[in-house]
């Protein structure tokens, strides 16, 4: 697993519409799973919000499932 914050996301091609989530989010892309953060958060925010999409990884929750909350890249 890979964490990112969102502004270095930005830097290599994804612009921030891309995530529906202010804080966190977690993607998929073939098997590969990455964790995107907003890095303006204050600290503790930031740390529940990526401990927040990392149980949903532990969980093996379906990122298709739903609306898709969670896209591939």
Not at 27 to 41: H, L
Not at 43 to 62: C, G, M, Q, T, V
Not at 68 to 73: G, V
Request: no cysteine; net charge negative.
């Amino acid at each position: 697993m890979e964490l990112h914050s969102f502004d270095w996301a930005e830097k290599h091609g994804f612009q921030r519409v891309y995530f529906k989530s202010e804080s966190a989010e977690l993607y998929e892309k073939n098997g590969r799973y990455t964790v995107f953060y907003d890095e303006t958060k204050p600290p503790a925010h930031s740390k529940f919000s990526i401990l927040h999409e990392f149980f949903h990884y532990e969980s093996n929750h379906d990122l298709n499932a739903g609306e898709k909350k969670y896209r591939t890249l």
